[in-house]
C-alpha cells in the first residue's frame, strides 16, 4: 500500500470546486488499471490516496498514470475554470 499526496502547482486553491468531479475521474482510472484506491479525500490545494497495488507493479507507474490522466479529463471538462489559475500550461500538479 502506498500513501500519496498530490500537491496543485504553485499550491493553487483550485480543487474545492471540482473536488467532486476529481474523485470521479480518479475512480474511472481505477477501474482501467492493475491497482485499486482505498481511501481518497481531497482539500483545497491537494489530494490524498491510499493505493493497494501487487508488487509487480511500480508506483511510479502508477503515480504517471493517475496524474496525466486527471490532468488530461479535467482540462477537457473543467478548462475555464483552470485557465483562471494556469495560464494555458495545461498541468494542476506538480
Request: glycine share 6%; aromatic share 6%; net charge negative.
Given at each position: 500500500m502506498y500513501h500519496v499526496i498530490f500537491v496543485c502547482k504553485y499550491r493553487r486553491r483550485v480543487l474545492e470546486p471540482i473536488s467532486n468531479e476529481l474523485k470521479?475521474?480518479?475512480a474511472?482510472?481505477?477501474k482501467e488499471s492493475d491497482f485499486e484506491i482505498l481511501e481518497m479525500?481531497?482539500?483545497k490545494d491537494h489530494i490524498h490516496l491510499l493505493v493497494k497495488s501487487?508488487?509487480?507493479v511500480s508506483i511510479l507507474s502508477i503515480v504517471r498514470k493517475l496524474k496525466q490522466e486527471t490532468t488530461?479529463?479535467?482540462w477537457k471538462s473543467q478548462g475555464s475554470h483552470l485557465k483562471r489559475f494556469y495560464?494555458?500550461?495545461k498541468n494542476i500538479v506538480e
Open positions: 470521479l475521474t480518479i474511472d482510472i481505477e479525500e481531497t482539500d501487487a508488487p509487480k488530461v479529463r479535467l495560464w494555458g500550461e
